[in-house]
């Protein structure tokens, strides 16, 4: 059988190209309105500021009828990957950490079969199946692509490969992808692809963390953790975007967002897509944002995302951090191979030699709160990032808040496992918001120091509320009890059932505008969970 007839619903106006050839992607950009509009999906190009392009941009509400539209089809729940295989069998990365619907990119692909196709999943909730397929491919052929190449300067991996296919994206709504690739051996692996929303008025903001996705890749035997003999002192200084994931291509992802994108499209509040890399580049995109939602693991900023997403705030947009460690590492966009801003760097300890020491001191890719220039995470996440490994239960210290509601938890109820594996506390010494609201205070024990992971919420003068989970493992909680893949940590069903509805609680009241027009303001309670400390306002 076909393969776009098994699956009644695939779009068929994508379309993929050997790269060989000298014709373009099917869906040329002078049929993009038309067959926009036939479809009711938002026929949008790439940022004029950024990429040189006509500004395409369609009315925020036909972005959101379309993804409202997508929500109601069928999904396909064969997106799960069968069979991973060795990591040569198939692996490939995409020219691009985001597009908007109908904008080509490139995909690079290296497998030892003689073919295999591409496969396009869209992740939302879908009855349950949690993806739907919206475009596969026809055969590729296959080839084993070269080595990759090594910077000795900075130990820099690059896959330094020849574009494969390219892609078209007509008629793919807004939304976090896993494109499949499935090589005819039956290895399998994922190349992750948000399509972006290019306007957020009105909606929340899903901001994906592909600079930290990067930062983890041990591709090629370098991350910004280890080098090729596993030492720290031997690590990438700089990493790129232009080579594949490790694992099985999309492990961030599936762990730390996928939960949450699934469960937010659920509740159907409108959703707009993006990731830091895009507000980093064009903060246009949160104007009159509802709500920005940064995910289980988003561990590096630029100093511009960050700004910007500050700037939001303080213009009425909520804030949720549904991690721990969140903003943590100060990092500076440049080039790769594949164009601007595709290369995160990250001196980390090795500051001394990042070459804006001399005359960029606010650009040094060190931690946040460090020297030379200190601006600690807390003056925007509320809670300030402490220690890891820990394992520890999530203890509920203020039942009667609106974020618990329905959840028939009292104080000192506690959910095993929930804290850990990084966690964050409300630590008065650091640059403190005021006033900040404890509503979770957890005793834990990290390399043998007894200390506390805090959930903490608090408000603005634009009314703006924020909050913080001060756990990482907020989102995979989810999951917890039931039989979805991911690290469920001993999680049981009833921790599930409490974050799921704690969550639910928050990105409906979020959805709905600034918190503190609509929701009790926070009661400030840092001394009494903390007496005598000084406290330091942000």
């Given at each position: 059988?076909?393969?776009?007839?098994?699956?009644?619903?695939?779009?068929?106006?994508?379309?993929?190209?050997?790269?060989?050839?000298?014709?373009?992607?099917?869906?040329?950009?002078r049929?993009?309105?038309?067959?926009?509009?036939?479809?009711?999906?938002?026929?949008?190009?790439?940022?004029?500021?950024?990429?040189?392009?006509?500004?395409?941009?369609?009315?925020?509400s036909?972005a959101?009828?379309?993804?409202?539209?997508?929500?109601?089809?069928?999904?396909?729940?064969?997106?799960?990957?069968?069979?991973?295989?060795?990591?040569?069998?198939?692996?490939?990365?995409?020219?691009?950490?985001?597009?908007?619907?109908?904008?080509?990119?490139g995909?690079?692909?290296?497998?030892?079969?003689?073919?295999?196709?591409?496969?396009?999943?869209?992740?939302?909730?879908?009855?349950?199946?949690?993806?739907?397929?919206?475009?596969?491919?026809?055969?590729?052929?296959?080839?084993?692509?070269?080595?990759?190449?090594?910077?000795?300067?900075?130990?820099?991996?690059?896959?330094?490969?020849?574009?494969?296919v390219r892609?078209?994206?007509?008629n793919?709504?807004?939304?976090?992808?896993?494109?499949?690739?499935?090589?005819?051996?039956?290895?399998?692996?994922?190349?992750?692809?948000?399509?972006?929303?290019?306007?957020?008025?009105?909606?929340?903001?899903?901001?994906?963390?592909?600079?930290?996705?990067?930062?983890?890749?041990?591709?090629?035997?370098?991350?910004?953790?280890?080098g090729?003999?596993?030492?720290?002192?031997?690590?990438?200084?700089?990493?790129?975007?232009?080579?594949?994931?490790d694992?099985?291509?999309?492990?961030?992802?599936?762990?730390?967002?996928?939960?949450?994108?699934?469960?937010?499209?659920?509740?159907g509040?409108?959703?707009?897509?993006?990731?830091?890399?895009?507000?980093?580049?064009?903060?246009?995109?949160?104007?009159?944002?509802?709500?920005?939602?940064?995910?289980g693991?988003?561990?590096?900023?630029?100093?511009?995302?960050?700004?910007?997403?500050t700037?939001?705030?303080?213009?009425?947009?909520?804030v949720?951090?549904?991690?721990?460690?969140?903003?943590?590492?100060?990092?500076?966009?440049e080039?790769?191979?594949?164009?601007?801003?595709?290369?995160?760097?990250?001196?980390?300890?090795?500051?001394?030699?990042?070459?804006?020491?001399?005359?960029?001191?606010?650009?040094?890719?060190?931690?946040?709160?460090?020297?030379?220039?200190?601006?600690?995470?807390?003056?925007?996440?509320g809670?300030?990032?402490?220690?890891?490994?820990?394992?520890?239960?999530?203890?509920?210290?203020?039942?009667g808040?609106w974020?618990?509601?329905?959840?028939?938890v009292?104080?000192?109820?506690?959910?095993?496992?929930?804290?850990?594996?990084?966690?964050?506390?409300?630590?008065?010494?650091?640059?403190?918001?005021?006033?900040?609201?404890?509503?979770?205070?957890?005793?834990?024990?990290?390399?043998?120091?007894?200390?506390?992971?805090?959930?903490?919420?608090?408000?603005?003068?634009?009314?703006?509320?924020?909050?913080?989970?001060?756990?990482?493992?907020?989102?995979?909680?989810?999951?917890?009890?039931?039989?979805?893949?991911?690290?469920?940590?001993?999680?049981?069903?009833?921790?599930?059932?409490?974050v799921?509805?704690?969550?639910?609680?928050?990105?409906?009241?979020?959805?709905?505008?600034?918190?503190?027009?609509?929701?009790?303001?926070?009661?400030?309670?840092?001394?009494?969970?903390?007496?005598?400390?000084?406290?330091?306002?942000?």
């Open positions: 059988m076909d393969d776009q007839a098994e699956h009644g619903d695939v779009s068929t106006h994508g379309d993929v190209r050997p790269q060989d050839s000298d014709q373009p992607a099917l869906g040329r950009r049929f993009l309105g038309a067959v926009g509009a036939a479809a009711g999906v938002a026929v949008a190009g790439c940022d004029s500021a950024s990429h040189g392009e006509p500004d395409r941009a369609a009315r925020p036909e959101m009828r379309a993804v409202d539209a997508e929500r109601s089809k069928r999904g396909n729940a064969d997106w799960r990957i069968r069979s991973v295989g060795p990591q040569e069998a198939v692996e490939g990365y995409a020219d691009k950490v985001s597009v908007v619907p109908g904008e080509e990119f995909l690079y692909v290296s497998t030892t079969s003689p073919g295999f196709r591409v496969s396009a999943y869209r992740v939302g909730w879908y009855g349950g199946a949690q993806a739907r397929l919206i475009w596969r491919s026809g055969r590729v052929p296959g080839r084993r692509q070269k080595p990759p190449v090594l910077i000795d300067k900075t130990r820099t991996v690059q896959a330094d490969w020849q574009r494969t892609v078209g994206t007509e793919w709504p807004e939304g976090a992808y896993l494109l499949r690739l499935d090589a005819e051996g039956g290895h399998q692996r994922y190349v992750p692809l948000i399509v972006r929303s290019e306007a957020a008025a009105g909606r929340t903001l899903l901001m994906h963390a592909v600079a930290t996705w990067q930062a983890y890749n041990t591709w090629g035997g370098f991350s910004l953790y280890q090729q003999d596993g030492a720290y002192g031997t690590r990438s200084l700089a990493v790129g975007f232009d080579r594949p994931y694992g099985n291509g999309a492990v961030k992802f599936l762990v730390y967002e996928r939960a949450l994108v699934v469960l937010a499209e659920r509740l509040i409108p959703l707009a897509y993006t990731t830091g890399v895009d507000v980093h580049r064009d903060p246009k995109v949160l104007r009159g944002a509802a709500a920005v939602l940064s995910l693991h988003d561990e590096y900023w630029t100093p511009q995302q960050r700004r910007y997403v700037r939001a705030r303080d213009a009425g947009t909520n949720a951090f549904l991690g721990a460690n969140t903003c943590y590492r100060r990092i500076r966009l080039r790769g191979p594949g164009g601007a801003d595709r290369t995160v760097v990250c001196y980390k300890s090795a500051y001394h030699d990042d070459p804006y020491l001399a005359n960029r001191r606010d650009l040094v890719t060190t931690d946040f709160r460090q020297q030379p220039a200190p601006d600690p995470e807390s003056s925007l996440t809670v300030f990032y402490e220690g890891y490994p820990t394992d520890a239960p999530y203890v509920v210290h203020n039942p808040h974020v618990y509601a329905g959840t028939g009292r104080r000192g109820d506690s959910f095993a496992h929930l804290v850990g594996v990084e966690y964050d506390r409300v630590t008065p010494g650091e640059p403190t918001p005021e006033p900040l609201e404890i509503v979770a205070h957890s005793p834990l024990v990290c390399n043998g120091r007894h200390s506390h992971a805090d959930s903490a919420y608090y408000t603005v003068p634009s009314k703006a509320g924020v909050f913080a989970t001060g756990t990482m493992r907020w989102v995979e909680g989810l999951m917890a009890g039931t039989r979805e893949a991911g690290r469920n940590h001993g999680m049981d069903a009833r921790t599930g059932a409490f799921r509805r704690t969550t639910e609680n928050l990105l409906r009241a979020f959805a709905a505008g600034p918190c503190a027009k609509h929701r009790p303001k926070p009661e400030d309670n840092v001394a009494e969970v903390y007496p005598g400390a000084s406290r330091v306002r942000a």
